[in-house]
């Protein structure tokens, strides 16, 4: 049997300061608000220079350290991939009596809207697109059909079991540790099988201070792609001019939805969120499904699956790679924006995961979400491509091209009927994707700042809610989407290798809670 810490061991809160109606973790809250406050600073201080700095910054750790994202995404999936596979799989996370929290409908939303949704309104156009102009691994872009092929399974490459594996090990480590182990909810807690008390010491404040710098920035660069795309289609429907006065407003507004979001709590708040914009999503899935080349989309989805398996391996190699503006300009930047996003998504997805097993958890999240994601972007780019190679629209191409990426699924929209309804649903997803994430990263990075209380001060949560719309304002206003991408290479790469560490906690302490 694994060793149970309960809170004998370890009482919850015993290192907190209250003050000013707050409850916080000393010294995690502390380093984390002033280096940010700080970071903050600095960059609305001198914002000329420090676009020059998020220039040079993007550039050398997309070169330099490619290695180290790659490998690491590489490591992850296989990992969940043994633990599917093996005895482990059989815990259940709570005791072998737990029974899940939350339906399995409740579950997979809050699971999908807390994840990655923002990000496939504002990419499920825009990368098949890009891809297609400038195909990955070598291949001619004038050889349209191969051409095709790929750059749909490189986006669902993208968007597919790597991240979700990501996620997935945060969450299973967390919810092993809260769950049957009896720890405080926070990042510190995953490494108790290897570090034992250790982990209530200087390496769990260095990991969860760690954590909070991932998931905000993470957040953040979601945040600011959210008001690229909202501020874009505010423009393109209503003439509202497409500035950066325009996207600060409309951080501030989603902000400001989030924060009472925030106040109203988790079930009342993100669940009922969350559950309307899957159902949003959904509805605009089925649209494009049924007033695109429908047939074409739903005979090509399962061959478009089998592009990505074949393309996986190649894809996920780094040596001797020579279309390095692909590799390090698109899947660098992705895997260290997962990275980035995994303590955040991993910690909410632990918090609503009590009862499932370990192949439960582990194999929902590498199919359903997985499966969603690729449909998605096999519908949306498969449409768009079709306009463009069969009707000969160049509208969304022409936006790609001109580096407005968060206009193409609106130009895409236009070529098929009710234009203005569905780019107005797109709209509301992408606000509505917005609060959801503002709201549960909210909630996350106020547990971590709390030592693991998951009923800190309401205070403290807006406290976050607030920070988080800041700084996606201030990376926004001072290098656009290169400062955004900098954030989350910056706090993405320490990450991924507290996330390897991570697996082999996650293994010793299965091992020992294993049935026989």
């Not at 502390?30 to 609305?44: D, E, H, N, P, Y």
């Not at 009896?182 to 260095?206: C, K, N």
């Not at 580096?403 to 098929?416: V, Y």
């Amino acid at each position: 049997m694994a060793t149970i810490a309960t809170q004998t061991d370890y009482e919850i809160g015993r290192d907190n300061i209250r003050f000013l109606g707050l409850d916080v973790h000393n010294p995690v809250f502390a380093v984390s608000s002033l280096t940010i406050i700080a970071f903050v600073t600095g960059v609305l201080a001198f914002r000329d220079a420090a676009a020059g700095v998020f220039d040079t910054l993007y550039a050398w750790l997309t070169s330099t350290f490619d290695w180290v994202f790659l490998g690491a995404g590489n490591v992850l999936v296989l990992f969940c991939l043994l633990l599917l596979v093996t005895p482990v799989g059989r815990v259940r996370l709570g005791g072998p009596d737990a029974r899940p929290d939350y339906s399995g409908w409740s579950w997979f939303a809050m699971l999908f809207a807390a994840g990655i949704g923002i990000g496939l309104m504002f990419f499920g156009v825009a990368e098949p697109i890009d891809h297609f102009r400038s195909p990955p691994l070598g291949v001619d872009p004038a050889d349209s059909t191969a051409a095709q092929s790929l750059a749909i399974a490189s986006a669902i490459y993208h968007w597919g079991v790597h991240p979700w594996a990501m996620f997935a090990v945060v969450a299973l480590a967390l919810a092993f540790a809260a769950y049957n182990l009896g720890l405080p909810l926070t990042l510190r807690s995953a490494f108790y099988p290897v570090l034992g008390e250790r982990v209530w010491g200087r390496f769990g404040h260095v990991i969860d201070t760690l954590a909070v710098f991932a998931a905000l920035f993470g957040l953040a660069t979601s945040l600011g792609l959210g008001a690229e795309q909202t501020a874009a289609g505010l423009a393109h429907l209503f003439g509202v001019p497409d500035t950066d006065t325009t996207k600060v407003l409309v951080i501030a507004g989603v902000t400001s939805i989030a924060l009472a979001s925030v106040v109203a709590g988790l079930d009342k708040g993100v669940k009922r969120l969350s559950q309307a914009n899957l159902v949003l999503a959904l509805l605009l899935l089925v649209f494009v499904l049924a007033m695109g080349p429908t047939l074409d989309l739903f005979a090509g989805f399962v061959a478009s699956i089998g592009h990505y398996v074949a393309a996986i391996g190649p894809l996920s190699n780094w040596v001797g790679r020579e279309d390095t503006d692909f590799l390090h300009g698109w899947t660098t930047f992705f895997w260290a924006w997962w990275l980035s996003w995994s303590p955040f998504v991993g910690m909410f997805i632990a918090r609503v995961s009590r009862g499932r097993t370990v192949r439960e958890l582990v194999g929902c999240m590498l199919v359903l979400p997985v499966s969603l994601s690729a449909l998605w972007m096999h519908a949306f780019g498969a449409t768009a491509l079709s306009h463009h190679l069969d009707g000969g629209d160049t509208a969304v191409v022409e936006a790609v091209q001109a580096g407005q990426p968060e206009m193409a699924l609106f130009r895409m929209l236009e070529a098929l009927p009710l234009a203005g309804v569905t780019s107005t649903i797109g709209i509301v997803l992408v606000i509505v994707f917005f609060v959801t994430s503002s709201d549960s990263g909210s909630l996350v990075i106020d547990t971590i700042t709390a030592g693991g209380k998951v009923d800190a001060p309401v205070a403290q949560r807006v406290f976050w809610c607030a920070f988080e719309g800041i700084v996606a304002i201030t990376l926004l206003v001072s290098g656009g989407l290169v400062a955004l991408q900098t954030a989350s290479l910056l706090t993405g790469f320490p990450f991924a290798l507290v996330l390897l560490g991570m697996c082999w906690s996650i293994w010793k302490g299965l091992r020992g809670a294993a049935p026989p």
